[in-house]
């Protein structure tokens, strides 16, 4: 149930609903004059279903959510006189597809007069190219059919010629009469009515044996009390939602859309045999990967689903077309972190006592619970689950083969619905359907994630949930709702551009002046490529605007305005600086989540701050910052390309209450929550979003900050947490930003065509790495979620000695690790040089360029190589003063090697230092980078050590295989040597580290 009204009345007595219906019964009789019906020949009273169905009707007439569309393929040379005489038989036989809804009582009347026409397309005479589109229209329509209950029939039929050869019928019939079994039973009726007609039979219309409508009188008569007080007790305290984070309110919503699911017959051996071991079901195991899912994505321990459960209980009702719908709601309890085997068994319980108490109905389950809430969301459950069998969907008859095909693309009045079918094979397929308040890059990754589950479900059941992390291995594919078929061409020179810019995001062949932008399949991170080659056309325009005025006429008509904002903000097109375009070549072609690159920062508020407050202010950052305001958008079959936008809207940012549960399980739940939001960025649409905790026990509230890493650096961290805590602050002015980095990325761009850059090429050629580091195991390559850490923290005595002997020495502590790192690693190597990657600034102009960007967001800081040479100099001061000046007379400060390898005009240029083998080994020196409590941010936030979630997708590569990495944080220096797990043991590891420390503390190379 998606309206928020009949969520409210759902709690209602029957007595309250049929008083409340009456009355807008009366008031939409004076609205209409329209005849009755005529009189019936059969009356029944509704099935509890069935009333809560024409309660929703009621309230919302027109939802097609309530339509059940299914298709039926035609193969063979059709009899078009054969097929009409073959429905009307079908309609014949089951009276529920000749079923009104009379006002009195309510009832169900089967009338004897009452047939569904057939419409007929033939579009056959359409080329090729055309003629899928059309057909693809007319089933995308039909799909959304809504019916008048009161008048009659409740099924739409519309034939659709495709060739001499195949015919397409295209059904939808509303639920208050229609359920899945009986699409089937049509199926087999409609092929044998046609070999009937085909062979000139004239068979009877009797029926199946037994009315729909004795069935919903015997359920009316039933007594269920017994179970009623089962689910009571079962679901009292349960949470309200269960579902996926919405990326918009559901007044927002726009057209939802389907994720398919597959997972072949070869995986699923492993799977069914563990089950048959188990004697668990596969219902079962379904409903515990979907909420296991769920809970990885939400962070709740209790997750609620429904699962369509059919009142088709008795043989006699086994060919009866009808309504046999009871959804019930299955809670499952993920707490204490069980293993994967015992979550099965908890998950077979309740299907098990589910099934013992499965006469009850629904709405009686919402009432007894009071289960009404103002949001716009079914009560109970939002997710719903359904496992079926693969039906044998082929039927011959009359010389023509029927096939049931894909189903159009209805609507779902739940977050997610989730049909997987066991095919003949024993594979898995099916698709999750999900509403327009969700995006479908987040569906996708929770699909992915729930097969992955089922995927390795049998290679994990004695390890413990929180640490069952699969690998999804899903094709996912986003199926929009349908499009308007309306075309007016665009008149005017702002509507001919837009209608371009469409066109060309939305990859259509042409758009409209009157399309819809979400009708059209538009999705939120399209929004943002329509703002942005907006604005480089001159046209500037906000994602608000687009939400408001969704179709090109209406944007057009907002006529010509200036971009809100600075008088610096650079929209359009922005080059890759040389640390963004390194990521774009050495990282994302790498990672299986493009957004997940992260640089998170989590603090804790000092103070009370509201959400409005909190969220305004986050949101304020972008504006201040165009760095924050970067989208990185698909460009055809080509690269992608970086866009700035003026006005990206409010940034996302979700607030948790966790106040009411106690401070270990807030604890958990907001790791849980953060792990979830650092998966959840998009590099085109949101590749920034906060999030809020409110501690229980006094504790203070949390924020956690996540930025892509294309946007920033560690730098930037310090500039938005002194402007977050200035913006907070109502007695502090925010100073203003430098230069935007567009502005910056643009002249870097230039910088590289500069004639003296080529004069670079020879040093950075003799930079080639000539070593090869050791490893102690076969693996290839490091990836994010196999690289581990050996950290060492110098004692304050220890720390300030070296820095007065790297003064001494006129040099500096980064100086003095450096020279101990290299003096290590080259002696593990057996040699007296090592190439490093060594990590700079970034924030120095190219020659003759004096900018300032010391208060510029942006991702600035990169990596250069360099050939350090250690002679033989015993003292690790002097060494330290020696690289220093090796380090020096680096052109450009390192800048040189990323405009030749990325950005210089001539390709074999790029691909000379492109071929050049690239260090092993990376260094890295941040300074007091890491030292809150010295920045003006202090007095109001404060870092959490609490868990901030991975901030790196697991799957994704790195390129070096040994990181080191330090800083000097509360007056002692810290450092840090990450490795990757298929490489190098840990104690390998542990030794180097053990080895540098001793060269700090004075020991002899």
Known sequence: MSDPLAAQLAGLTPEQQRLFLQRLRIRRRRQSAEERPAAPTASWPLSHAQERLWLLETLTPGDPAYTVPFAIRIAGPLDRSALETAIRAVLDRHGALRTVIVEEGPAQVVREDLHAALAWTDLSGLPAPERAPAFDRLAAEHGVRTFDLTTGPPVALHAVRLSDRETVLLAAVHHIVFDATSVTILLDDLAAAYDDAVAGRHATSAGPGYEFGEHCAAERAADRERGLTYWTETLRGAPPLSTLPAARTRAESRPGGLVPLRLPAGRTNALFALLRAERVTRYAALL??????????????????????????????????????????????????????????????????????????????????????????????????????????????????????????????????????????????????????????????????LTGLLDRLADGTDQQISRFAPIPDVVRTSVAAPADAAY?????????????????????????????????????????????????????????????????????????????????????????????????????????????????????????????????????????????????????????????????????????????????????????????????????????????????????????????????????????????????????????????????????????????????????????????????????????????????????????????????????????????AAVAVAGWQGGDELTVALAAPGRNGPPGHDVDVTRTVGWFQYFYPLRLRLGRTSSLPQLAGELRQQIGAVPMHGLGHGLLTYAHPDPAVREELARSAGPQVSFNYLGEIGSWDRQPAARILRPSAHPSGTAQDPQGRWPYLLDIAGELREGRLRFVAHHGTGLHRTATVEGLVDEIVRLLNGGAR
């Open 488 to 820: 007016r061409a665009p008149g005017t020179p702002a509507e001919a551009l837009l209608a371009a810019v469409w066109a060309r995001v939305l990859g259509v062949d042409r758009v409209g002046a009157d399309d819809n932008f979400f009708q059209l399949g538009g999705d939120s991170m399209q929004v943002v490529q329509v703002i942005a080659e907006a604005a480089v056309a001159g046209l500037s325009l906000s994602p608000g605007d687009l939400l408001r005025h969704p179709t090109v006429a209406g944007l057009a008509a907002l006529g010509p305005r200036q971009p809100r904002g600075r008088q610096t903000v650079l929209t359009g097109d922005v080059p890759p600086t040389p640390a963004q375009a390194w990521f774009l070549t050495e990282i994302l072609p790498h990672l299986s989540r493009p957004g997940h690159f992260n640089h998170p920062y989590h603090a804790e508020l000092l103070r009370p701050v509201t959400v409005t407050e909190l969220s305004g202010a986050v949101t304020e950052l972008a504006r201040r910052h165009d760095a924050l305001r970067l989208r990185l958008v698909p460009d055809g079959d080509g690269p992608r390309r970086q866009i700035s936008v003026p006005d990206a809207g409010p940034v996302p940012f979700d607030t948790h209450d966790l106040r009411d549960v106690d401070v270990e399980k807030a604890d958990r739940l907001a790791a849980n929550m953060a792990d979830a939001a650092q998966r959840g960025l998009s590099l085109s649409a949101a590749p920034m979003r906060a999030v809020h905790f409110r501690m229980p026990g006094g504790l203070p509230d949390r924020l956690l900050l996540i930025c892509h890493h294309l946007l920033i650096d560690g730098f930037s961290r310090t500039l938005l947490m002194n402007d977050l805590a200035d913006l907070l602050d109502p007695d502090v002015r925010p100073v203003p930003p430098s230069l935007p980095y567009a502005a910056w990325a643009r002249l870097l761009q230039d910088a590289a065509t500069a004639p003296e850059l080529t004069d670079q090429r020879a040093f950075w050629r003799a930079q080639a790495r000539a070593e090869e580091l050791p490893v102690d195991l076969p693996g290839t390559v490091v990836r994010f979620g196999s690289r581990a850490g050996v950290r060492r923290v110098l004692a304050a005595d220890v720390t300030a000695r070296l820095a007065a002997d790297a003064r001494a020495a006129g040099t500096g502590l980064s100086d003095l690790l450096l020279a101990a």
């Open 288 to 449: 515990a990967v979907s909420a296991l899912a769920l809970r990885r994505a939400n962070g709740q321990d209790t997750v609620v689903v429904g699962v369509p459960a059919s009142t088709r209980t008795r043989p006699e009702l086994a060919r009866v077309v009808g309504c046999f719908y009871n959804p019930q709601a299955l809670r499952l309890d993920l707490g204490g972190d069980p293993t994967v085997r015992e979550l099965l068994h908890r998950a077979h319980r309740a299907v098990g006592a589910a099934q013992a108490n499965a006469d009850v109905p629904f709405g009686d389950v919402v009432r007894a619970l009071r289960a009404t809430r103002s949001d716009r969301h079914n009560p109970l459950f939002q997710t719903m689950l359904s496992l079926l069998d693969a039906p044998a969907e082929e039927r011959h008859g009359g010389g023509v083969r029927f096939t049931l095909g894909p189903a159009p693309a209805g609507r779902t009045d739940m977050d997610l619905f989730v049909t997987v079918t066991v095919g003949t094979d024993g594979g898995l397929v099916g698709s999750c359907r999900f509403a327009g308040h969700l995006d479908e890059p987040d569906v996708a990754a929770w699909a992915a994630d």
